[in-house]
């Protein structure tokens, strides 16, 4: 099975630019979950999705949005980006709870966005 | 709201025996997950303790106590490659679905 996959891998951006990242998880993975990590404040979660619709989501700035499509991809966006956006995004597909391995979170390589 | 601590860094010789203790603060969780992280790699998933006691796989084990609050990851017969981060997490049960909080990582190296 592939793993999770995102694009891109690296991106440049400058302040009041907007910004789209994708994920393409684990085929048969229903839940996608976006997290930012940077060294001072660790790995923190944004949000997640499940059946194109989100359950949860974290403490983030109304900035920071996604979806999910039919196909279980999903997309981040940052609008009006800010210099402490500057982070590694990764993306992670869990199996279903039917699974019983729901618990189990596969991670993409990450999207390092610098933001100038 | 849910905190986890972590020690920052730990090291040990290759075959040594090591334990990352994992400390929380939360008003309920599902279980406690443990993930590796190579320098400029992606999080890889470990082992979970659903309930209390200890879970084995191969050369790492994890431990939990709600209780105590409490729980660890024991890597055995250390090799060179097990220098990584890593991190302890925990689903809080208050939310439906994937919430996972992520304690801050142990650096962990290991010496020739």
């Known amino acids: 099975k592939a793993g999770v996959t995102q694009t891109p891998r690296y991106l440049i951006k400058t302040r009041g630019q907007q910004v789209t990242?994708?994920?393409s998880p684990i085929s048969g993975h229903r839940s996608v979950s976006w997290y930012q990590q940077t060294p001072g404040q660790g790995l923190q979660f944004l949000f997640e999705y499940f059946s194109e619709t989100q359950r949860n989501k974290g403490n983030f700035p109304g900035r920071f949005s996604g979806r999910q499509f039919s196909n279980s991809r999903s997309e981040m966006n940052v609008s009006t980006l800010e210099l402490g956006d500057s982070a590694l995004y990764l993306c992670a597909s869990s199996p279903s709870e039917t699974s019983g391995r729901a618990?189990?979170?596969y991670f993409g390589?990450?999207?390092r966005l610098t933001v100038t | 709201g849910q905190s986890l601590e972590q020690p920052s860094e730990?090291?040990?010789?290759?075959?040594a025996i090591v334990q990352i203790?994992?400390?929380?603060?939360?008003?309920?969780?599902?279980?406690?997950?443990?993930?590796q992280q190579h320098d400029g790699g992606a999080p890889t998933f470990l082992s979970y303790n659903g309930l209390d006691g200890l879970e084995e796989t191969g050369r790492f084990s994890s431990f939990l106590s709600r209780s105590d609050s409490y729980g660890y990851l024991l890597l055995q017969e250390l090799q060179m490659k097990d220098s990584a981060s890593y991190f302890c997490a925990v689903t809080p049960r208050n939310n439906y679905g994937q919430n996972f909080v992520f304690g801050p990582g142990t650096r962990l190296s290991v010496l020739p």
Request: proline content about 3%.
């Open chain 2, 21 to 35: 203790n994992c400390t929380y603060q939360t008003s309920g969780f599902y279980g406690l997950s443990w993930y």
């Open chain 2, 10 to 15: 730990v090291t040990a010789v290759e075959g």
């Open chain 1, 109 to 111: 390589p990450g999207t």
């Open chain 1, 21 to 23: 990242l994708s994920c």
């Open chain 1, 103 to 105: 618990y189990e979170q």
